[in-house]
C-alpha cells in the first residue's frame, strides 16, 4: 500500500501511468493487486470503464485467496460496482456475496448494507425479481437502528423498478410517484453535511421523471425536467478536480431531458440520449435505465431526425 500510494503523485502527472502500469504487473501478488484497486480509480476517472474493470478484475485475480480482512473484502466489492455500471449485474452477484460473507465473518454488521444494496441492484440487471426482492427485504432488515426512521431510503425505487419489470406499470409509476412525494419533504443532512436532494435526489428525480416519461406520464413530474438545465450548469460548474466524478449524474438528468422530450414529440430528444449515453449515466434503478431501452426509445423516434441528430453529437462530442 504504501509503495502504491508513494508513486500516486507521479502516476498523477502528464504522462505518468507508465509507472502505475509498472506496478499492476509486478511479479508480487499484494503489490499488483494493490496498484491494480489503485488503477481502477484512475482509469474511471480517465473515463475508460473498461479498462477499469480489467483492473479491478486483476487485483480481486491477484489477492482474492488472501487472509486479510480487507482484500477479502474490497477487490470484490470494487469489482463488483464497475460491473453495476457497465450492466453486467450478472457478473457482480458472486464477488458482491463473497465480500459480504467475509464482511459478516468480521463483524461488520453496520457496514453490509451497502453490499445488500448492490446484490439487490445486480439482481434486478440481471433479471432476477425474486431475488432482488429477497435481497430489498434483507438491506432493510440490517440497516442500522439509525435509519429505520430515515423518511429517505431508495427502498421505495426499487420496489418501482421491480414492479415495472414485473410489468406492473400501474404499480411501478405509482411507487415512483410516492418517491418523489416522501424526496420532498426531506430536509435532513446527509453524513458530511451536504443536503440528501444535492447527494441522492437528483439521481431519485431523474429515474422517476425517466420513468414516468417513458409511459407517457409526464403531467405529475413536468416541473423536474424544467429544473434539470440549471443543475446541469451548476455540476459543468465544479471545480475541475471533481467535475468528472458528476459526468454519470449529468447522463442521468440528460436522459430524463430526452426521454421527456420525445414523450411530448419533440425528437431532438434523441440527441439528448445520445450525449447521456456519452456521459455514461447512472443505470443503478433497472429496468428505466438500461440502456438497451434507452436505445429502443430513441430508435423508435423519426429515423431522419435520429441520424441528424446522432451526425451532431458524434461530430461535436469526441472526448
Known amino acids: 500500500m504504501a509503495t502504491v500510494l508513494s508513486a500516486l503523485p507521479e502516476v498523477l502527472t502528464p504522462g505518468g501511468r507508465g ?20 488503477a481502477s480509480y484512475v482509469w474511471e476517472h480517465d473515463g475508460q470503464p473498461d479498462r477499469a474493470a480489467m483492473a479491478a478484475r486483476r487485483m480481486l485475480d491477484a489477492v482474492g485467496d488472501q487472509a486479510i480482512p480487507v482484500l477479502r473484502i474490497w477487490p470484490g466489492a470494487r469489482f463488483a460496482e464497475l460491473c453495476l455500471q457497465r450492466e453486467l449485474g450478472a457478473e457482480a452477484i458472486g464477488p458482491m456475496k463473497a465480500a459480504l460473507e467475509a464482511l459478516e465473518e468480521y463483524g461488520a454488521w453496520a457496514d453490509s448494507i451497502g453490499l445488500r444494496w448492490g446484490i439487490m441492484l445486480a439482481c434486478l440487471q440481471a433479471g432476477d425479481l425474486d431475488e432482488a426482492e429477497h435481497w430489498l427485504e434483507q438491506a432493510l432488515r440490517h440497516q442500522p437502528e439509525s435509519a429505520a426512521s430515515d423518511p429517505f431510503t431508495p427502498d421505495l425505487g426499487a420496489r418501482a423498478e421491480i414492479a415495472l419489470a414485473r410489468g406492473d406499470i400501474e404499480t411501478g409509476l405509482g411507487l415512483w410517484r410516492r418517491a418523489l412525494d416522501r424526496l420532498a419533504h426531506i430536509t435532513n443532512p446527509v453524513p458530511g453535511g451536504e443536503p440528501v436532494m444535492e447527494a441522492w435526489g437528483p439521481e431519485l428525480q431523474a429515474v422517476a421523471a425517466t420513468a414516468r416519461a417513458r409511459y407517457g406520464r409526464t403531467a405529475f413530474v413536468a416541473h423536474l425536467p424544467a429544473a434539470f438545465p440549471d443543475r446541469l450548469t451548476n455540476l459543468l460548474n465544479r471545480p475541475p478536480a471533481v467535475r468528472q466524478a458528476y459526468f454519470p449524474l449529468r447522463g442521468a438528468l440528460l436522459l430524463a431531458l430526452g426521454t421527456a422530450d420525445l414523450a411530448n414529440g419533440q425528437a431532438g430528444g434523441v440527441r439528448l440520449i445520445a450525449l447521456a449515453q456519452r456521459f455514461r449515466y447512472l443505470r443503478n434503478f433497472q429496468p428505466t435505465m438500461s440502456s438497451a431501452r434507452a436505445r429502443e426509445d430513441a430508435e423508435n423516434a423519426d429515423k431522419a431526425l435520429r441520424d441528424a441528430a446522432l451526425a451532431l453529437v458524434g461530430d461535436r462530442l469526441t472526448a
Do not use: V, W
Not at 504487473?25 to 484497486?37: C, K, R, V, Y
Open 19 to 38: 509507472t502505475l502500469d509498472a506496478l499492476c504487473d509486478s511479479d508480487e501478488p499484494l503489490l499488483a493487486g494493490i496498484a491494480n484497486g489503485a
